[in-house]
């Protein structure tokens, strides 16, 4: 079955302090997978899209990076606007066009 | 930018109504969707349409039907309201199945 799962489910980093949020998943074939930002109330705004290992995007203090297994979004010297959750959601090539999110991992950044 | 508007962010209906939601995309795209959002479950497909009058179910379709008569609009009908069906919903559109899913903000519906 395919699945996506997200770690941690909650990250409170200090402004400046760098991480890195996981996204793990199992789909046979993948057609795509796809960071998505949240903040309370709204819905998801797309960030990135990989398709193949070894693929990375960049946009500002974010950075995506792709494995066969895994997915990872690094957030570099984080700012208090940055807090939201981060969606990972995964496209296999059967699956048409639906999107398997995973829970989310909700991204606090203190100043 | 693209832009995925729903008619209403806040709705409240009695159980056993019938419920539309609306949706409206204004970047000519082929496909659409409905999902909705719970705690702990995480974003569901419901229903999705990649072209005019056509649409696939999702992963949860019961209690629920869809309607796309024109391009730019995907329309949500809740059959009979229950009160599990107390959710936020959200609307996404993309140009082709591969590319990436644009959402709306989201109607959050509550059924009393």
């Known amino acids: 079955e395919d699945q996506v799962t997200q770690s941690p489910e909650a990250l409170r980093l200090q402004e400046g302090e760098s991480s890195s949020l996981n996204c793990s998943y199992t789909v046979s074939g993948l057609r795509g997978l796809f960071w998505y930002r949240q903040d309370p109330g709204k819905g998801p705004e797309f960030l990135f899209t990989l398709y193949s290992a070894g693929e990375e995007k960049e946009k500002e203090r974010l950075k995506a990076t792709l494995t066969k297994k895994e997915s990872f979004l690094h957030i570099t010297a984080p700012k208090p606007e940055d807090s939201a959750t981060y969606l990972c959601a995964v496209q296999g090539i059967n699956q048409g066009g639906k999107l398997i999110f995973g829970q989310g991992t909700e991204l606090s950044v203190k100043p | 930018d693209v832009k995925v508007t729903q008619s209403s962010r806040y709705l409240v209906k009695r159980t056993g109504e019938k419920v539309f939601l609306e949706c409206v995309q204004d970047m000519d795209h082929e496909n659409m969707f409905w999902y909705r959002q719970d705690p702990g479950l995480g974003l569901r497909l419901i229903y999705f349409s990649y072209d005019v009058k056509m649409k696939e179910k999702g992963d949860i379709p019961e209690g629920y039907s869809v309607s796309r008569e024109k391009k730019e609009r995907f329309s949500l009908i809740l059959e009979s309201a229950s009160t599990n069906q107390t959710s936020m919903y959200l609307c996404?559109?993309?140009?082709?199945?591969?590319?990436?899913?644009?959402f709306g903000d989201g109607t959050r519906l509550s059924i009393l």
């Open positions: 996404a559109s993309a140009s082709q199945l591969n590319q990436p899913q644009h």
